[in-house]
């Protein structure tokens, strides 16, 4: 597959993993992915990046590192008291 078809299916590529995108899009995408190794491997380490961020525990941010986190990022209106 040329690189820039590759390039073309980023942009629907989330509502893909999610379940989200069309019928069209989806058949789309799966045609690439059965002709574009590359295109499958990293789809594939994506999907098991997006299972594990989800079924993992969430690490616990310090509130001093959450507080200094929301400031550097203007954030501050959402800080609430745990």
């Known amino acids: 597959m040329k690189p820039e078809t590759c390039e073309h299916l980023l942009d629907d590529l989330s509502d893909f993993l999610d379940g989200e995108a069309s019928e069209e899009v989806c058949a789309e995408i799966e045609r690439h992915l059965a002709d574009c190794e590359n295109c ?43």
Do not use: F, I, N
């Open 40 to 82: 499958r491997v990293m789809v594939d380490t994506l999907h098991k990046t997006v299972l594990l961020y989800h079924e993992l525990p969430q690490p616990e941010l310090p509130e001093d590192a959450r507080q200094r986190l929301y400031q550097s990022l203007d954030l501050e209106a959402y800080l609430t008291a745990k």
